[in-house]
Every structure is written in C-alpha cells, then in structure tokens.
C-alpha cells in the first residue's frame, strides 16, 4: 500500500510540473506579444507618416516616399509633377517631356511631326503623309494610281481599284474575257466568272460531259455526274451495281446491302 502511494504522489507531481510549463510558455508567449504590439503601435511611426487603415503598418503622407524606416520628402526634378503617391519615383514629368536619370528631358520633335498624346513609344508621331525612319520624318511618296492608307503595314499606301501593287507601283489590273474584278485576290485581282476556270491569265469555259451538272466549287473538274453516273476520265458512266447493293449518299458510287460486305467488286456475306 506504502509502494502504491508513493508512485501516485510521483504521477501528481509530474502532472503539476507539466501544468506549470506550459502555464510559463502562455505567459512568455503572452509577455512577449504585447512587447511586439507596443513596438509597433508606440514610436514605430515615423515622421511625415500615418498609419495605414489596416495591421499595425504605416505609409509616407502624400509628398513623401518611404526610405528604408523613414520618410524623405520626395523633389520633383524642373518640368515634373508629383503624383500624390509612393510608386516609383513619386513624380512623373510633364506632357513633352520625357525622364532621363531623374531628370525630365525636353522631347525632341524631328520635321514634319507633332508630339504624341501618348507618354510611350517615341513620344511624337509624322504627320499625314510622312513615315518614321530612322527617327526622322520622310516623305511618302505616292505612286501614280494609289491613295494614302495609315492601316497599311509597311508602304502607307494602297493602289485605287483596278490596280495592284507591284513593288513600289501600281499597274493596272488586266482581266481577261469572262473574269471579273475581285479586289479580295490579291495576287492578281480578279477572278473567273461562274462556270469558267482559270488557265494561265485566261478564264476558259468549263466543258461539262453528258450526264453532269456544273459544280464549280474550285476542287475537281468543275462539274460532277449525275445520281447514278460516275466519272471515269472525262465522261460519267452509268454505275452497274452488283446484286445486293444500293447507291451510296454520294450518288456516285455503290455500296453493299447489309449484312452483305463488299468482296472483289461483288457483295457477299462472310
């Protein structure tokens, strides 16, 4: 009995000693936190700051940037404005001009060119009628037949229907007997009337074979047989079907009757 009550007072002691650690690590825990707390919310706010709506930060007041724990006054270079806020620099220079090394540079306007409303790219663009190279402004020069075009790629012009252009010209467009003019085919600009087919620079008449209808769909011979008929060269055939078979939905061929398979040109069940 003496032995049972001496490991029962051992196991209380131990259970009171793990009570009072972790009593001790709340409270350093606890201790420790409000320390952090007071830190941050007592003497952490610098000069020409506030704090921020949210958490314990702080932000520089407007006209100011953040430096490492402080807050240093932002100076606007000659020909920039502040912006009101933190971001980059804290300024941005004034319409025409442009930052170089902190300092906001005057843009330079080559001839024939005005300042872009836009604050990227050259910060100027030519005017009507003249091409950017090489930073200056040149003019276009028009071919005889065409018209200033800006949503052309690279010559800034386009040849008046009726011409197309070949190199730096534009020549007219020569179409052939039964072709139209089709501004959409830029190779050459026209194309062959219905029932013709092109042939070199000529649109020649489309021959169709007895037993077809025209069928100009630019694939093929321009025409097709009819039900029943199937081309063969130049002529359309009438189609011999084999004993239990029908013709397809193509028309122009036969298939096997099911459950009979096509077998060395008959149909037969395997």
Not at 16 to 30: E, P
Not at 122 to 130: A, D, K, M, Q
Not at 150 to 172: I, Q, T
Not at 226 to 233: D, E, F, K, L, M
Request: with cysteine.
């Amino acid at each position: 009995m003496k032995i049972q009550s001496n490991l029962a007072s051992i196991q209380l002691e131990r259970k009171t000693y793990a009570i009072f650690l972790h009593a001790l690590v709340f409270i350093t825990f606890i201790a420790l936190s409000n320390t952090t707390f007071a830190q941050s919310t007592t003497g952490a706010i610098p000069e020409n700051a506030m704090k921020i709506s949210y958490g314990n930060g702080w932000q520089c007041n407007p006209g100011f940037i953040k430096n490492g724990e402080t807050c240093a006054e932002i100076i606007a270079p000659e020909n920039a404005y502040l912006t009101g806020s933190s971001y980059r620099m804290g300024w941005l220079c004034n319409h025409g001009y442009r930052e170089n090394q902190g300092e906001c540079i005057a843009i330079t306007i080559p001839e024939n060119a005005y300042l872009s409303p836009s604050e990227y790219g050259l910060g100027w663009e030519c005017n009507r009628g003249y091409l950017e190279n090489k930073g200056v402004c040149e003019e276009i020069i028009l071919p005889e037949n065409a018209f200033l075009d800006k949503s052309s790629y690279e010559k800034k012009w386009r040849c008046m229907n009726g011409y197309k252009a070949v190199d730096n010209e534009c020549k007219e467009i020569i179409i052939p007997e039964n072709g139209y003019f089709n501004k959409s085919t830029i190779s050459q600009g026209w194309e062959c009337k219905y029932g013709y087919r092109q042939i070199g620079e000529l649109c020649i008449a489309i021959e169709i074979p007895k037993n077809a209808f025209l069928e100009n769909d630019g694939r093929g011979n321009g025409w097709k047989c009819n039900r029943g008929y199937s081309a063969v060269g130049k002529i359309c055939e009438v189609i011999i079907k084999p004993e239990n078979s029908h013709i397809n939905y193509s028309g122009n061929d036969w298939e096997c009757n099911k459950p009979y398979r096509k077998v060395n040109g008959q149909c037969s069940i395997l």
